[in-house]
């Protein structure tokens, strides 16, 4: 009992920097108070005193506002960060080293007995917000993006994003396959564009028109070049005009968008 509570807390300081000593975690974490308030639940449960361990669950809930049902199997080493508003449910099963954040629900798409819920391998991160629902396996090491919706299984050490969920290739297969990723880049630093703390790993749509849009404005870009060059050849000089500078100041906004959606996404 004691050697899971010590792997439990050391779990803490190895995935929230924030965690500063053994008294804090143990008084502070309600997903700890939520994992140890199971394990008591889920042993009533299987000792057959369905009503005390259900009872029990939902004073859980009442306290630290993390939902377990009694009847999840719950592997070592787990790990709610924050937790306000996880809902696991009754058939789910998660392996060891998983890690929720806050807003995740293990959820059942029927009402019929038996597996309904979904099962996640070892070393799943399932980011804030998601909805993983359905009787199938998230395999060992993937990652489900926050506020994806999954339905289908995901192989080991994919990565899970948008609504539905899709999984998304691998950062070298995607530069392989776009050839424009780094010429896209350098002009979106050039103008100061920033995708909102959105990593090459974990694309989105908006992020996708506005390298859209780079390409194009890199495009007209060239293209104006190469008439400037022939109507200096006909001895037309109207191309000797400076385009308008861009300014960093113009842009500022945007920047400080970023800045401040990164920093909420680090938290």
Known sequence: M???????VSSVFHR???????????????????LLIHRLSHWLWNAGFKWLARFIST??????GIEIHPGARIGRRFFIDHGLGVVIGETTEIGDDVTLYQG?????????????????????VVGAGAKVL????????AKVGSNAVV??????????????????????????????QARRKAMAEKIGFDAYGVTEDMP????RAMGGILDHLHAVDARIGV????????????????LPELKDEDFEAVKESGSARKGAEAE
């Not at 995740?104 to 799943?124: A, E, F, I, M, Y």
């Not at 359905?134 to 090491?141: I, N």
């Open 2 to 8: 004691f050697e899971r509570l010590r792997e439990d």
């Open 16 to 34: 929230d920097p924030a965690a500063r000593n053994t008294f804090e975690v143990l008084t502070c974490y309600p997903g700890l108070h939520a």
């Open 59 to 64: 004073l859980a809930r009442w306290l630290t």
């Open 104 to 124: 995740v629900t293990l959820g059942g798409t029927s009402w019929n007995k038996g597996k309904r819920h979904p099962t996640l391998g070892d070393g799943v």
């Open 134 to 141: 359905g009787p199938f396996t998230v395999e060992a090491g």
């Open 151 to 180: 339905t289908k299984a995901v192989p080991a050490g994919a990565t899970v994003v948008g609504i539905p969920g899709r999984i998304i290739p691998p950062r070298d297969q995607r530069a392989a396959e776009d050839p424009l």
């Open 204 to 207: 989105d749509p908006v992020a």
């Open 227 to 242: 008439m400037c060059e022939g109507l200096k050849e006909l001895g037309i000089k109207n191309c000797d005009n400076a």
